[in-house]
């Protein structure tokens, strides 16, 4: 909904924040001169076992520069990998949780393989948002200009973002930050679609204004996402009738996300800040994890990783006990 995005632009530039993505240089060698509440029981439980298991390496070869085969650059790029002391999630070829020579007697028992589409894909990605994994804090997330969407959830940390939900332009540039809150280090990259509401109480005149839509919840969405991969991994999930407010934290006003609202609902919620005295920005949206900076047991494309901040909050309660549509919950 193009109004939504305009409130929401305005909130964002009233929080000093701008579209400032980090990108590594493409023509560069890989890694050189690399700067430096409440608990829900079971769940947590079956995170921790799931936790506990073994996690899928994000590449199947050892192809890091992403140009279809294992060749000679990619052993040199993982050796000069290995002089910096970080752990690159990326370079775990053998996916034991470190990054160590084993890693590259791997990859050298991999010269000559050819490698997927969606590993090319990956590698690419990887040179793009590589520098965010290096960042340690929130404060310096604020200082290269992001802005964090949500706080800390179990499954997902908090989400820092430098674009507008709704906007991907495409795969090689992700909207923004997993960001670990108990590790203080980022743990994914996302990415974000706008979605067609179907109503509850079959309003078909979105987005007019003074619509019957403005009234109702949202039962699901129509159509689909976006398909950035050939793999059947990448599976987008759902967030719809989110309502961004703002109250005052720690660092100031800061966004507040609500979640199954209808449009009505979230302009009656309190802010400390309406966009042009009248709105909160209300929208629903497809989005995608890509889980760079830690191997996921559940995948590279999953919804949650299980092991990330799993002493916050659950998801759930920013649905605040509305009810869940069943398309929901199982998108």
Same mark, same amino acid.
């Given at each position: 909904?193009?109004?939504?995005?305009?409130?929401?632009?305005?909130?964002?530039?009233?929080?000093?924040?701008?579209?400032?993505?980090?990108?590594?240089?493409?023509?560069?060698?890989? #890694?050189?001169?690399?700067?430096?509440?409440?608990?829900?029981?079971?769940?947590?439980?079956?995170?921790?076992?799931?936790?506990?298991?073994?996690?899928?390496?994000?590449?199947?070869?050892?192809?890091?520069?992403?140009?279809?085969?294992?060749?000679?650059?990619?052993?040199?790029?993982?050796?000069?990998?290995?002089?910096?002391?970080?752990?690159?999630?990326?370079?775990?070829?053998?996916?034991?949780?470190?990054?160590?020579?084993?890693?590259?007697?791997?990859?050298?028992?991999?010269?000559?393989?050819?490698?997927?589409?969606?590993?090319?894909?990956?590698?690419?990605?990887?040179?793009?948002?590589?520098?965010?994994?290096?960042?340690?804090?929130?404060?310096?997330?604020?200082?290269?200009?992001?802005?964090?969407?949500?706080?800390?959830?179990?499954?997902?940390?908090?989400?820092?973002?430098?674009?507008?939900?709704?906007?991907?332009?495409?795969?090689?540039?992700?909207?923004?930050?997993?960001?670990?809150?108990?590790?203080?280090?980022?743990?994914?990259?996302?990415?974000?679609?706008?979605?067609?509401?179907?109503?509850?109480?079959?309003?078909?005149?979105?987005?007019?204004?003074?619509?019957?839509?403005?009234?109702?919840?949202?039962?699901?969405?129509?159509?689909?996402?976006?398909?950035?991969?050939?793999? #059947?991994?990448?599976?987008?999930?759902?967030?719809?009738?989110?309502?961004?407010?703002?109250?005052?934290?720690?660092?100031?006003?800061?966004?507040?996300?609500?979640?199954?609202?209808?449009?009505?609902?979230?302009?009656?919620?309190?802010?400390?800040?309406?966009?042009?005295?009248?709105?909160?920005?209300?929208?629903?949206?497809?989005?995608?994890?890509?889980?760079?900076? #830690?191997?996921?047991?559940?995948?590279?494309?999953?919804?949650?990783?299980?092991?990330?901040?799993?002493?916050?909050?659950?998801?759930?309660?920013?649905?605040?006990?509305?009810?869940?549509?069943?398309?929901?919950?199982?998108?």
């Amino acid at each position: 909904m193009n109004t939504n995005k305009k409130l929401l632009a305005s909130l964002i530039a009233t929080l000093l924040f701008s579209v400032t993505p980090v990108t590594a240089d493409d023509e560069r060698d890989d #890694d050189e001169d690399d700067p430096r509440e409440a608990r829900v029981e079971i769940q947590e439980s079956e995170d921790n076992d799931i936790c506990m298991g073994h996690a899928p390496a994000i590449l199947q070869v050892a192809d890091f520069d992403g140009n279809g085969i294992v060749d000679d650059r990619d052993i040199t790029i993982i050796k000069r990998a290995r002089k910096h002391d970080i752990y690159y999630a990326f370079y775990d070829i053998d996916a034991d949780g470190e990054f160590d020579k084993d890693d590259i007697h791997r990859a050298e028992a991999d010269l000559g393989k050819s490698s997927s589409t969606l590993d090319q894909q990956k590698a690419v990605l990887f040179h793009q948002v590589k520098q965010i994994q290096i960042i340690d804090s929130e404060p310096e997330l604020r200082a290269t200009r992001y802005l964090m969407a949500a706080p800390s959830l179990a499954g997902h940390g908090e989400h820092w973002t430098y674009g507008l939900p709704g906007n991907p332009e495409n795969i090689f540039r992700p909207e923004g930050i997993n960001f670990s809150k108990e590790e203080s280090s980022a743990k994914g990259i996302f990415w974000s679609q706008d979605a067609v509401p179907v109503f509850a109480n079959g309003a078909t005149d979105y987005p007019q204004p003074n619509g019957e839509w403005m009234s109702s919840r949202v039962i699901s969405f129509a159509g689909g996402p976006p398909k950035y991969t050939e793999s #059947d991994d990448e599976v987008w999930h759902t967030h719809a009738g989110l309502c961004l407010t703002a109250h005052q934290g720690e660092n100031g006003i800061e966004p507040l996300l609500h979640q199954h609202t209808s449009f009505a609902e979230c302009q009656a919620m309190p802010t400390l800040f309406k966009t042009e005295g009248t709105h909160n920005a209300w929208f629903n949206i497809w989005m995608l994890h890509g889980w760079m900076f #830690d191997l996921n047991p559940r995948g590279f494309f999953a919804g949650t990783h299980p092991c990330v901040d799993s002493n916050s909050v659950s998801e759930s309660t920013i649905n605040e006990g509305r009810e869940v549509p069943p398309f929901f919950q199982h998108h």
